[in-house]
């Protein structure tokens, strides 16, 4: 009888030894919010992490930062935000600006934030240029018809704004009724590649995977450094899994993915 408890006991354990040994194998579902200007960028990576983390299945959401923030803040299920800029990490981040935090929100984990890219603004037209743009200066002559910007709650537009602004021609613009505007950045890539617009005010990276002709690049002058910081977010129901993925996104293999479509490593 002993000998019978004791072969029943020593099953037990290896079965137990066992079931420990294929949790850090057990499939991992990791939600992953980002800006929609890494749409391309992310669905290469993508392929290159499942060779890495065979077990780990990344679920895409690609939109506005404004939008994704949102829908965190609502209690969308988000393991990793990457957003366009600071401003939107920075909303859900409690160690931020209170004057930019306003609401004291609370959803980034500490101490996984860092800042991932960095990307540029440009001046983008349909092929040929017909309007014939070729500065952001021009923007304010009789060549406009029409520009394609984003919203002023996207990066994008924020960005587009603050260079406009610069210019002296955002008032006269809008008064004209020159302003076409998209939800997000590939809203304003489409208008300009099917030539809805004369011309549209987007990130390098968009400009890139489209195939649009870049006529001008905005510098410090005109507008912010365009930085994507990323998080794990705290309800994430696999931390360790979103900060391994996180700290992927880091490495030279990655580096080299979006350093193809225009981004560079953030300083």
Request: proline letters at 4%; charged letters at 20%; hydrophobic letters at 40%.
């Amino acid at each position: 009888m002993f000998l019978l408890l004791l072969l029943v006991f020593l099953i037990s354990a290896c079965g137990q030894k066992g079931e420990e040994a294929e949790k850090p194998g057990e499939t991992v579902t990791l939600h992953v919010f980002a800006a929609a200007s890494m749409t391309e960028t992310l669905e290469e990576i993508q392929a290159l992490y499942k060779e890495t983390a065979p077990h780990v299945t990344l679920v895409y959401n690609f939109d506005s930062s404004g939008t994704l923030k949102t829908q965190i803040q609502e209690g969308a299920e988000c393991d990793v935000f990457i957003s366009a800029a600071r401003k939107q990490m920075d909303q859900l981040d409690s160690l931020a600006d209170p004057e930019i935090n306003t609401e004291s929100l609370d959803f980034v984990l500490e101490d996984s934030r860092v800042d991932l890219l960095e990307n540029k603004v440009v001046l983008a037209v349909p092929e040929g240029n017909p309007a014939g743009i070729e500065c952001f200066e021009d923007l304010g002559s009789n060549r406009l018809t029409l520009l394609a910007l984003g919203n002023e709650d996207v990066p994008v537009g924020q960005y587009s704004a603050e260079i406009l602004t610069a210019l002296g021609l955002l008032e006269s613009l809008e008064a004209d009724g020159k302003i076409t505007y998209g939800s997000n950045v590939k809203e304003v890539t489409t208008q300009v590649s099917e030539g809805a617009a004369d011309a549209g005010i987007i990130y390098a990276t968009d400009a890139f995977s489209a195939g649009l002709q870049v006529m001008d690049k905005a510098e410090t002058d005109l507008c912010r450094p365009v930085i994507y910081p990323a998080a794990v977010m705290k309800g994430s129901q696999n931390p360790d899994a979103a900060q391994a993925f996180l700290d992927y996104l880091q490495t030279e293999a990655c580096i080299e993915v979006f350093e193809k479509t225009g981004f560079s490593k953030a300083p």
